[in-house]
Each structure stands twice: as structure tokens, then as C-alpha cells.
């Protein structure tokens, strides 16, 4: 269970971000292949970093955050 990660920002823009989300799925149980992430969507660079990596929203809540 991952509940957060993030890169700090001096040292975001760097591609931080691309490697930690890319690294996840080494992580992950064998037989374990789905990953859910929950962001807000004021996060604006982070949801654009999850939908470059090929995350799709599957659910909106609104006011969750």
C-alpha cells in the first residue's frame, strides 16, 4: 500500500515524477495488475503526468479534495 508520493519542487521538471510512477508496477504483488491513483484535478502537472503515462480517469468525485 503506497499512500503518496511526490518530488519536491526544486527538483521537479527533472522527469522525477515519470521514473517514481514508472517504478510502481515493479512494486506491485505478481498477478497484480491494476493501479489506482487518486489526485485532484486542481493538480493540474500531476494529472497531466498520469494521463502521459497512460492513466485514464475511471471515476470523478466531486469535492473530494
Same mark, same amino acid.
Given at each position: 500500500?503506497?499512500?503518496?508520493?511526490?518530488? =519536491?519542487?526544486?527538483?521537479?521538471?527533472?522527469?522525477?515524477?515519470? *521514473? $517514481?510512477? @514508472?517504478?510502481?508496477?515493479?512494486?506491485?504483488?505478481?498477478?497484480?495488475?491494476?493501479?489506482? =491513483?487518486?489526485?485532484?484535478?486542481?493538480?493540474?502537472?500531476?494529472? *497531466? $503526468?498520469? @494521463?502521459?503515462?497512460?492513466?485514464?480517469?475511471?471515476?470523478?468525485?466531486?469535492?473530494?479534495?
Amino acid at each position: 500500500y503506497l499512500s503518496g508520493f511526490g518530488v =519536491l519542487p526544486d527538483a521537479q521538471g527533472r522527469g522525477l515524477g515519470t *521514473r $517514481l510512477l @514508472q517504478a510502481i508496477p515493479a512494486c506491485l504483488n505478481p498477478g497484480h495488475t491494476r493501479l489506482t =491513483l487518486q489526485v485532484s484535478s486542481l493538480n493540474e502537472e500531476a494529472c *497531466r $503526468l498520469y @494521463q502521459n503515462q497512460g492513466f485514464s480517469i475511471s471515476l470523478r468525485r466531486d469535492y473530494y479534495y
